[in-house]
Nanobody, 123 residues
Framework: QVQPVESGGGLVGTGGSLRLSCSAS????????IGWFRQVPGKDREFVAQ????????YYAEFVKGRFTVSRDNAKNTIYLQMNSLNSEDTANYYC????????????????WGQGTRVTVSS
């Protein structure tokens, strides 16, 4: 089974940028939509963005529109989340996950999850 692996997290100042990557271990992402979620300890995991299997259709949570961009390179079996204009509220663990459903934002509609990568935005 495919196993997502996130990378690219770290510490950045307010207004800075980071690019997260989600690569596939043990399989391929080719037939899956990929979603990005984030979670702060003590809070529910929330939807951030999703990209379809072709890379042509994307969905975003309102709070990241205009700041985050999701993309994919199927030749590299990798999905990216470019995050710009970061602020302290973006501090969280970020996860990628696979889904066969397009446009879905509930975590229960996603099947295989990575372990997450930590993003910390300092003020």
């Amino acid at each position: 089974q495919v196993q997502p692996v996130e990378s690219g997290g770290g510490l950045v100042g307010t207004g800075g940028s980071l690019r997260l990557s989600c690569s596939a271990s043990g399989g391929t992402f080719t037939d899956f939509a990929i979603g990005w979620f984030r979670q702060v300890p003590g809070k529910d995991r929330e939807f951030v963005a999703q990209i379809d299997s072709t890379g042509k259709i994307t969905y975003y949570a309102e709070f990241v529109k205009g700041r985050f961009t999701v993309s994919r390179d199927n030749a590299k079996n990798t999905i990216y989340l470019q995050m710009n204009s970061l602020n302290s509220e973006d501090t969280a663990n970020y996860y990628c996950a696979t889904s066969i459903l397009l446009g879905h934002t509930r975590r229960f509609d996603y099947d295989y999850w990575g372990q997450g990568t930590r993003v910390t935005v300092s003020s």
